[in-house]
């Protein structure tokens, strides 16, 4: 149940007050010595945050409110999916009544989705009740989701989307609390015809010091995403990680519910984060899509690099549309060029044991000590960063030397492994456009 505030219900729709979004929220509780990671991502509650110091503060960066617009999906058993209200009633949400309901909830009671709509991110959160009515076909479905140009703030509305579908479900065709949060919200953005920018704002949602650098979405989950995001794909997060680097289109398939999945989405990309000035510029941006459906394999098509889920099978029929297909912890590809990367070398091991080490010695620290200035999203993403940076720290100091040979002393330096890494250090200097050579001898070949 959703702790009200003193604030007349009607305006309670922000989970959190800013002011208050740095203090401590106590330890998740233990049970038979083992820590409590539900399985559902809901469960945990939204309010269960982590806390400390983010990167976000450490950069000194902070992004506005701007909710685009606000609407209700409904499920109509003649017509299907459809918008059935929305402010401001102009607006361009074509697709939105898929994106907003994934295919196969009416298996499910509720979800939440995050997902892409042109150059803006929503949020949407689903319900299905049962109903008395043959009309209705004994279930009533409905979202009640909101569109902005950035997806890490989203989260402050989670409870007051989740309210407020119950009530349409309940009451439908009220809308006042919509209208009122709308009027709150919305954004102040330039004209562009149909009320949608036509260029992404960057600025939005890419911290100034590189635009490689991922947004932290801190307090965008329950806490306890990271740790879900290790736990269920374990080693295969170093397999994911170069991947990522490179760039490539990435697509995770998983039935209903897919809110976690999101989640998983925005791990991945937090694997990609790199810190160096000027490193990455001219290599496509590594966009999460978030939930995907059929109506998007256009969109899909013209893009480069991202990350998405779906819950759509037919996807894995679609080889054009991706190079790396993750079913359940299966992590696969149908590119020849890309097998190598599958294999798992004792260097990817090591480095997963020192995160898995790191991470026990935060937990520990948390409960022993009462620290709370740290958690494990920081961790996490600081990890890779660091393996990030000093990888192509390296390469750059390697390119800009007399000498722009890469030796297997180098190589270990960054933490690879000299042969097995081999392919993957290849097209990591393609893909950036580093000016340095690679010499270390395959043992495979003569």
């Known amino acids: 149940m959703v702790e009200q505030s003193d604030r007349a219900p009607l305006l309670d729709w922000e989970e959190i007050p800013p002011n208050e979004l740095t203090q401590a929220v106590p330890a998740p509780a233990k049970e038979n010595g083992s820590e409590s990671n539900p399985p559902d991502g809901r469960s945990l509650g939204s309010t269960a945050l982590a806390i400390g110091i983010s990167l976000k503060e450490r950069l000194g960066w902070e992004e506005k409110d701007q909710i685009v617009a606000v609407f209700v999906v409904t499920f109509d058993t003649r017509s299907g999916n459809m918008v059935e209200w929305c402010l401001p009633q102009d607006v361009n949400l074509d697709g939105v009544e898929f994106k907003s309901m994934a295919s196969g909830s009416h298996r499910i009671a509720n979800d939440f989705i995050y997902f892409r709509k042109g150059c803006y991110f929503g949020l949407a959160c689903f319900a299905n009740m049962p109903v008395e009515s043959e009309l209705e076909r004994g ?63 960057t600025s939005a949602w890419v911290p100034a010091i590189n635009r490689c650098m991922h947004p932290e979405m801190k307090i965008t989950h329950p806490a306890g995403c990271m740790s879900q995001f290790i736990h269920f794909f374990g080693e295969q997060i170093m397999v994911l990680w170069k991947f990522a680097l490179l760039r490539k289109r990435i697509l995770i398939f998983s039935p209903p519910p897919v809110g976690v999945v999101c989640y998983r989405v925005y791990c991945c990309c937090s694997l990609a984060n790199i810190s160096i000035p000027g490193i990455g510029v001219s290599v496509p941006e590594f966009r999460p899509f978030f939930y995907i459906n059929v109506a998007d394999i256009a969109a899909l098509a013209t893009e480069m690099s991202y990350v998405a889920c779906t819950t759509e099978k037919i996807f894995e029929e679609k080889k054009e549309l991706y190079d790396v297909y993750v079913d359940n912890q299966n992590v696969k590809t149908h590119r020849e ?57 390296t390469l750059s100091e390697v390119a800009a030397s007399a000498d722009p040979t890469l030796t297997a002393e180098h190589v270990r330096a960054m933490g690879l492994d000299p042969q097995a890494d081999r392919t993957f250090l290849v097209d990591l200097l393609e893909l950036y456009g580093i000016d340095a050579m690679l010499v270390i001898d395959n043992p495979c070949c003569p």
């Open 337 to 393: 060029s890309l097998q190598p990367l599958l294999r798992l070398n004792g260097v990817d091991r090591e480095k997963y044991r020192k995160l898995s080490e790191q991470r026990q010695l935060l937990l520990y620290t948390q409960e022993v000590d009462g620290d709370c200035t740290s958690n494990e999203e920081d961790l996490f993403i600081l990890f890779f960063m660091e393996q990030n940076n000093r990888i192509f720290q």
């Open 139 to 201: 279930a009533r479905m409905k979202s009640v989701g909101i569109l902005s140009p950035s997806y890490t703030l989203l989260y402050r509305y989670m409870h007051f989307l989740e309210n407020q579908v119950r009530h349409q479900l309940q009451c439908p065709g009220s809308y006042s609390p919509l209208e009122a949060f709308y009027e709150d919200k919305k954004a102040v953005l330039p004209p562009a015809g149909n009320g949608l920018v036509t260029a992404c704002p």
